[in-house]
């Protein structure tokens, strides 16, 4: 199995900047792509980026731009850079990881609020 650990949500103003990081620990040896997600409020859980393990990353419409994703395959951590908040980047940011053979393993989330 593995495990998923989010930290680095909080309250920002909008037009801030956060960092999320995710540890992975566990059977790390099989994680492929890392993605973060995130669901606000009444909505469904969207996605918002991906980066696999040759470091190629993708972005949601929505956060292109604004949002970097990153991973440190030394330390099993996925950053998510978020600058440019917006109120309506406000969710709860969740980890996932995508395994060779083992299925998609999920963090606990992290909130992030942005105020206006």
């Known amino acids: 199995q593995v495990q998923l650990v989010e930290s680095g949500g909080g309250l920002v103003q909008a037009g801030g900047s956060l960092r999320l990081s995710c540890v992975a620990s566990?059977?790390?040896?099989?994680?492929?792509?890392m993605a973060w997600y995130r669901q606000a409020p009444g909505k469904q859980r969207e996605w918002v980026a991906t980066?696999?393990?040759?470091?190629?990353?993708t972005y949601s419409d929505s956060v292109k731009g604004r949002f970097t994703i990153s991973r440190d395959n030394a330390k099993n951590t996925v950053y998510l850079q978020m600058n440019s908040l917006k109120p309506e980047d406000t969710a709860v940011y969740y980890c996932?990881?995508?395994?060779?053979?083992?299925?998609?393993?999920w963090g606990r989330g992290t909130q992030v609020t942005v105020s206006s």
């Open positions: 980066v696999t393990n040759v470091g190629t990353t």
């Open positions: 566990g059977r790390i040896f099989s994680v492929n792509a």
């Open positions: 996932k990881a995508n395994t060779l053979g083992l299925g998609d393993y």
